[in-house]
């Protein structure tokens, strides 16, 4: 219970657009293993494969980091986001595969491999294998320190079906 609300809490210290300044448009690559967006703001953290020399890299095999200001600005995860909310720790790994989970939701595993020819998250919501696209926290008013519910979008990788799954916390 208190992991929960001390990840909440630093959820919503988390780079907020008032304090951004005026930034050179940028682009943002449109694949992603998955993107992990809040209620909070606009900002988000995508994750990106990251590759060495063609292989998945087996300690970090993904880059998170945050789109900030309505994509002026992208910027790395602090010690905190790492450790407490968006970083990823990886179960294991191999050549071609990794298993990993975000630091604040060790239930869900992300398994990274390639699937039709491109890199992919799968993970498994009840008897479905989805390929994982979005997560989507819903933080509580007034102070956003608590979760209400996660929401997880991919799609089911035998049907094609977009499938919604909503988590609710403890």
């Known amino acids: 219970m208190f992991a929960r609300v001390f990840i909440a809490f630093f959820m919503l210290l988390a780079p907020c657009p008032l304090f951004l300044m005026q930034a050179e448009a940028i682009t943002i690559p449109k694949e992603h293993i998955l993107v992990f967006e809040r209620n909070t703001n606009t900002n988000y953290v995508c994750y990106d494969i990251n590759l060495e020399g063609g292989k998945l890299n087996q300690k970090e095999p993904l880059k998170p980091y945050w789109v900030l200001g309505h994509e002026t600005r992208i910027e790395g995860l602090t010690f905190l986001d790492r450790k407490m909310a968006f970083g990823v720790k990886v179960v294991k790994a191999k050549e071609n595969e990794a298993i990993v989970h975000l630091t604040a939701y060790k ?57 919604r799954e909503r988590i609710t916390p403890e």
């Open 107 to 163: 239930g869900l595993l992300i398994r990274l491999c390639q699937h039709k020819g491109k890199w992919v998250g799968l993970v498994k919501i009840g008897a479905r294998e989805l390929v994982l696209r979005k997560m989507f926290a819903q933080m509580k008013p007034p102070m956003n320190v608590k979760c209400e519910y996660v929401e997880i979008q991919g799609t089911d990788i035998k049907t094609g079906a977009e499938v």
